[in-house]
T-cell receptor, first 113, second 113 residues
Framework: KAGVTQTPRYLIKTRGQQVTLSCSPI?????VSWYQQTPGQGLQFLFE???????NKGNFPGRFSGRQFSNSRSEMNVSTLELGDSALYLC????????????FGPGTRLLVL | AQSVTQLGSHVSVSEGALVLLRCNYS??????LFWYVQYPNQGLQLLLK??????LVKGINGFEAEFKKSETSFHLTKPSAHMSDAAEYFC???????????FGAGTTVTVRA
């Protein structure tokens, strides 16, 4: 069974631009969570989607948003990029019957210049 | 506040020596606890998990962890370190009513030949 896939793997953007990251969960997993990883703040929860609905949200500004499609694929969008948004963005998926166990993708490395 | 704390940001061991990584938690619900490993430029790989039942949990690559409720701890051990164990290790937990994971700050393991 294929793991969680994320595209693109690397991105370079400039301040003020927006970016969209994509995540395809493991087949059969309907819950998708997003995390931001930075050297200073570590791993921080962004949001979680299940059945196309946001079920949980972390403490990030409204510039960070996401959505989930009917096939469970998820996208996250960051608008008006800031230098501090440079990070590794990780997506994780889980089975609804075991949603505490999350399986992570390889991440998207975003660099904001 | 509910949290997961890793003691020691860096651990250095000799090849063949015991690896011990410390994790403590604070939880308002029965916790689910996890250890993940991250190699450079990769996502997080699940090493092992504790949800319910046996308190000594065995994982991949020879790692194991013991859940001790009285000490609110979930330390990770491996009897004999291998060079391939050099990586960053994260303790994580579901420690509140929602299903988002709280992560420790991570412990970087280096293995000396």
């Amino acid at each position: 069974k294929a793991g969680v896939t994320q595209t693109p793997r690397y991105l370079i953007k400039t301040r003020g631009q927006q970016v969209t990251l994509s995540c395809s969960p493991i087949s059969g997993h309907r819950s998708v969570s997003w995390y931001q990883q930075t050297p200073g703040q570590g791993l921080q929860f962004l949001f979680e989607y299940f059945s196309e609905t946001q079920r949980n949200k972390g403490n990030f500004p409204g510039r960070f948003s996401g959505r989930q499609f009917s096939n469970s694929r998820s996208e996250m969008n960051v608008s008006t990029l800031e230098l501090g948004d440079s990070a590794l963005y990780l997506c994780a998926s889980s089975l609804e019957g075991a949603k505490e166990t999350q399986y992570f993708g390889p991440g998207t490395r975003l660099l904001v210049l | 506040a509910q949290s997961v704390t890793q003691l020691g940001s860096h651990v250095s061991v000799s090849e063949g020596a015991l690896v011990l990584l410390r994790c403590n938690y604070s939880s308002s619900v029965p916790p689910y606890l996890f250890w993940y490993v991250q190699y450079p430029n990769q996502g997080l790989q699940l090493l092992l998990k504790y949800t319910t039942g046996a308190t000594l949990v065995k994982g991949i690559n020879g790692f194991e962890a013991e859940f001790k409720k009285s000490e609110t701890s979930f330390h990770l051990t491996k009897p004999s370190a291998h060079m391939s164990d050099a990586a960053e290790y994260f303790c994580a937990g579901r420690v509140s009513n929602d299903y988002k994971l709280s992560f420790g700050a991570g412990t970087t393991v280096t293995v000396r030949a």
